[in-house]
Nanobody, 124 residues
Framework: VQLVESGGGLVQAGGSLRLTCAAS????????IAWFRQAPGKEREFVAA????????HYADSVKGRFTISRDNAENTVGLQMNSLKPEDTATYYC??????????????????WGRGTQVTVSS
């Protein structure tokens, strides 16, 4: 199982970035995928998640209306379009595959495979 994030970078406040998570080594369209983020000195927090068929989507309140999660099962990728970025969005962003033992959508314990992350820095 491998998850590889890309698309991070440095952007000014109000700008946009698109992150991509490329998956391999498992049956991608069987599993929900999520994005989490972790800022220095803070716990990893939920950002967004999408079900296997894209019909169920969840967002953290802090990103609703600004971020959009999507998936392409033909390409084994999940995207995160981030608009109207704020300095507080600065973090390392991780994608994760839902665990067969998951009891919900929002905890790191609901996911069993993680990428290495991509850094997003938003300057004020």
């Amino acid at each position: 199982v491998q998850l590889v994030e890309s698309g991070g970078g440095l952007v000014q406040a109000g700008g946009s970035l698109r992150l991509t998570c490329a998956a391999s080594g498992f049956t991608f369209d069987d599993w929900a995928i999520a994005w989490f983020r972790q800022a220095p000195g803070k716990e990893r927090e939920f950002v967004a998640a999408i079900s296997w068929n894209g019909k169920i989507i969840h967002y953290a309140d802090s990103v609703k209306g600004r971020f959009t999660i999507s998936r392409d099962n033909a390409e084994n990728t999940v995207g995160l379009q981030m608009n109207s970025l704020k300095p507080e969005d600065t973090a390392t962003y991780y994608c994760a595959k839902m665990s067969v033992h998951a009891s919900g959508w929002f905890s790191t314990f609901d996911y069993d495979r993680w990428g290495r992350g991509t850094q997003v820095t938003v300057s004020s």
